[in-house]
C-alpha cells in the first residue's frame, strides 16, 4: 500500500516537474512580461528578527546564510558557484534585506540596491535554477515588498523601473507556477506572496479577490484545526505566522477585509505555537524542528491577544501536552503526515520531551538545521527520540533514494496507522495513555505508554508495555529485545545517589530521580542535534528487555532536592 502511493507521488510529481520545466521555457516567458506597476503602495512589516551587524558584514562580501559564511572576495554573490544549497536558497530569497533595513543608513540602502541591481541583470531576464524555484522567488517576492523602501531608497528612475518590472515578472511567474506545486508549504508561502503582491502594488480589485480566495483555500487545506501545520513540523507554525501576521495587518493598513481563513487561521495558530513551546521558550523538537531562538517566538506571540495557558491537547496534531506548575511534558501521540508533506517527518510516535523551569531535562535529538544532510536520517529515526524500539527498528520507515530525492526527497512511507489516545486528567494530575501499531507488522506487538504528571508537577510516572496484536494470541519464541531510550539534554548532569539511582541535575539545583522496578538503567552516549552551535554530544538513560519476558515496565521521574550524590560518567 505505501510503496503504491510512493510510486503514485513520483508519477505525479514527475509530471508536475515536466510542466514546471515547459512553464519555464521560451515557450511560456513572453507570458510572464506586461505592464509594469507605477509605485509600490506600501511596504508591509516584517517580524522576523534582524541584526544591523550582518549588514555590516554583508557590505564587506562576507554573506552569514543558513548556517554557511561565503566571502565573495569582491565578486556579486550572485555568481559564486557556492555548494551549499541551503545557502543559495537563502541568498536569493533575500530575507537577509531585513538586516538592512535595520542598519537604518544611506549605505546599507545602497549596498541592499546594488545587491538588487546585481540580481536583475545575472538572474532577472534568465529562468532556471536555484534562484527561480518557486518556493525561492516566494520568498523573493515577500522580501521585496516588505524592504521596498530600503531598496528603493534614493534609487534613480532607471532602477526604480528596473526594480518594479523585475519585481511584476517574479509575480506572474509564480502565479503561472502555482499550477504545478504540491500542496506543501512551499505552495501556502506562494499563496501569501501573491496576497502581499496584490495589497502592495496597483492591482485590481479582481486581482486581490482570487489571490485572497486562493489563499483561504490553501489555508484551510494546510492549517489543521487545532493550529499545527499538516506537516506537523512546529516550525512551520512559527514560519507561516511569520508570514500571515504581516499580511493580515497589511489588510488592516490597505482597509480590505481579509478572508476568514486568515483570521482563522491566525487565532489557531498562536495558541498552537504557546502549546509546543516549553516555559523557557524555546520549542519542542519534533518532526524535523531543531534549534529555537527563542526571541523569534516571543516577537511572535507579541501579537497574541488571548496570552491564556496552553491548550494541553492537540488532537488535530497529534500531540499531548502536560503541565503544572512550572514542568512541561509534551508528547507525540499522532500518526504521520500524507506522504507527500513528510520529507522532515520523523519516527518518533510516543516520544516525548520533559522540562522544568528554565531546564530542559528529557529531550528528542531534534535535527541540525544547517548541518550535512546526510545525518538527517539519524535524527528521524526511533533511537533519536525518548521512546520505545523493538530490535533496533524504527516504528517508521523512510525512502532514502538519490534518483527519487529531486522529486520527492526523503518521504516516510510506513509508520503507525492506527494511533488510539485518551487523556487521565484528573485532581491534581495530567495525563494520558496512547498506543500505536507502527512495530505490529513485523513483530506482532502494539505500543502502549501512559504518561501521569502528579504531585503538583513534582512526579511523571510513565509506563511502557507491549501488547499482543489480539488479547488471545501467545507471545511468539522470538526474541523482541525493547530499548526504551530517554535522551538528557546537553546541559544535564548525570549523577547516583546513595541508594544507586540515576540523578539529573540541573545548575541551578533543579534535579529529578529516575527509577525503574522490572529494569536496571543503562548509560550510553547520545546526541543532541538542535543545538545552537550545531550538534554535542550528551548521554541517554536506556531501559533494555525482552517483551516476551517483561511485556511491561514502569518507571518514575520524581523531582528531589540534591543530597549525597556523587557524579557518573
Known amino acids: 500500500m505505501n510503496t503504491t502511493r510512493l510510486w503514485a507521488l513520483v508519477a505525479r510529481e514527475f509530471w508536475r516537474k515536466a510542466r514546471r520545466n515547459l512553464r519555464a521555457g521560451p515557450a511560456y516567458r513572453w507570458r510572464y512580461s506586461g505592464r ?24 564587506y562580501g562576507r554573506f552569514p546564510l543558513s548556517g554557511r559564511l561565503v566571502e565573495t572576495g569582491g565578486e556579486s554573490p550572485f555568481r559564486i558557484s557556492a555548494s551549499h544549497e541551503g545557502w543559495q536558497r537563502s541568498l536569493h530569497g533575500f530575507r537577509w534585506l531585513r538586516h538592512m533595513r535595520a542598519a537604518s ?17 545575472i538572474h ?11 518556493g525561492v522567488t516566494a520568498k523573493r517576492i515577500i522580501a521585496w515588498l516588505q524592504h521596498s523602501s530600503v531598496v528603493l531608497q534614493g534609487a534613480d528612475l532607471p532602477f526604480y523601473r528596473a526594480f518594479l518590472k523585475s519585481l511584476a515578472m517574479q509575480i506572474r511567474y509564480l502565479r503561472s507556477m502555482t499550477r504545478e506545486m504540491p500542496h506543501g508549504k512551499d505552495l501556502l508561502r506562494a499563496r501569501i506572496a501573491l496576497a502581499f503582491a496584490a495589497l502592495s502594488l496597483p492591482a485590481p480589485p479582481s486581482a486581490l ?26 516550525l512551520m507554525v512559527l514560519e ?3 508570514d500571515i501576521l504581516p499580511l493580515r495587518q497589511t489588510y488592516a493598513n490597505q482597509a480590505e477585509q481579509p478572508p476568514a481563513a486568515l483570521m482563522g487561521a491566525v487565532d489557531r495558530m498562536l495558541p498552537a505555537l504557546r502549546f509546543f513551546r516549553h516555559q523557557e521558550g524555546s520549542l519542542a523538537c519534533f518532526n524535523g524542528m531543531g534549534a529555537t531562538i527563542q526571541d523569534r517566538i516571543a516577537a511572535i506571540l507579541r501579537h497574541d491577544d488571548t496570552a491564556g495557558a496552553p491548550l494541553l491537547h492537540a488532537p488535530h496534531s497529534g500531540y499531548e501536552r502536560l503541565s503544572i506548575g512550572d514542568v512541561t511534558v509534551i508528547a507525540d501521540t499522532g500518526a504521520p503526515p500524507p506522504l507527500e508533506v513528510s520529507g522532515s517527518a520523523h519516527a518518533g510516535c510516543l516520544s516525548f520531551e520533559l522540562s522544568s523551569g528554565r531546564h530542559h531535562f528529557i529531550v528528542n535529538a531534534g535535527v541540525d538545521t544547517y ?26 520507515r523512510f525512502r532514502h533514494s538519490s534518483r527519487l530525492s529531486g522529486l520527492v526527497g526523503s518521504p516516510l512511507i510506513g509508520g503507525p496507522q492506527q494511533i488510539h489516545c485518551e487523556r487521565r486528567d484528573g485532581q491534581d494530575r495530567q495525563g494520558f495513555i496512547a498506543r500505536h501499531d507502527g512495530y ?27 501488547l499482543t496484536d489480539t488479547p488471545s494470541r501467545t507471545r511468539n519464541d522470538a526474541q523482541h529485545l525493547v530499548t526504551v531510550r ?52 550528551t548521554r541517554q538513560l536506556l531501559l533494555s528487555f525482552d517483551a516476551s519476558e517483561v511485556p511491561e515496565i514502569r518507571w518514575r521521574l520524581k523531582r528531589v532536592r540534591l543530597a549525597g550524590a556523587s557524579r557518573t560518567r
Not at 536496571?520 to 552516549?525: G, I, K, L, N, S
Open 36 to 59: 509594469t506597476p507605477e509605485r509600490v503602495l506600501i511596504a508591509p512589516p516584517d517580524l522576523r528578527l534582524a541584526d544591523p551587524q550582518i549588514a555590516t558584514e554583508i557590505y
Open 105 to 121: 543608513s544611506e549605505l546599507a540602502s545602497a549596498n541592499a540596491r546594488v545587491l538588487v541591481k546585481d540580481w536583475i541583470a
Open 124 to 134: 532577472g531576464s534568465h529562468i532556471a535554477g536555484i534562484a527561480w524555484d518557486p
Open 209 to 234: 479577490r482570487s489571490a485572497s480566495r486562493s489563499l483561504a483555500e490553501e489555508l484551510d487545506r494546510q492549517i489543521l484545526p487545532d493550529g499545527g501545520h499538516i506537516s506537523r513540523n512546529p
Open 240 to 242: 507561516f505566522l511569520a
Open 371 to 396: 548541518g550535512d544532510p546526510e545525518f538527517r536520517p539519524l535524527a528521524r529515526a526511533t533511537a533519536a527520540h525518548s521512546t520505545a524500539t523493538i530490535n533496533d527498528n524504527s516504528s517508521a
Open 440 to 466: 505490529l507488522p513485523r513483530f506482532g506487538l502494539w505500543h502502549e505508554r501512559e504518561l501521569i504528571l502528579s504531585n503538583w508537577g513534582g512526579t511523571l510516572f510513565g509506563r511502557d508495555s507491549f
Open 486 to 537: 530517554f535522551h538528557l539534554h546537553p546541559d544535564i548532569n548525570l549523577f547516583t545517589d546513595s541508594g544507586g539511582h540515576y540523578v539529573l541535575a540541573a545548575d541551578n539545583g533543579d534535579a529529578w530521580m529516575f527509577s525503574c522496578a522490572e529494569v536496571a538503567p543503562q548509560v550510553e552516549e547520545s546526541i543532541y542535534f538542535a543545538g545552537i552551535a550545531g550538534p554535542r554530544i
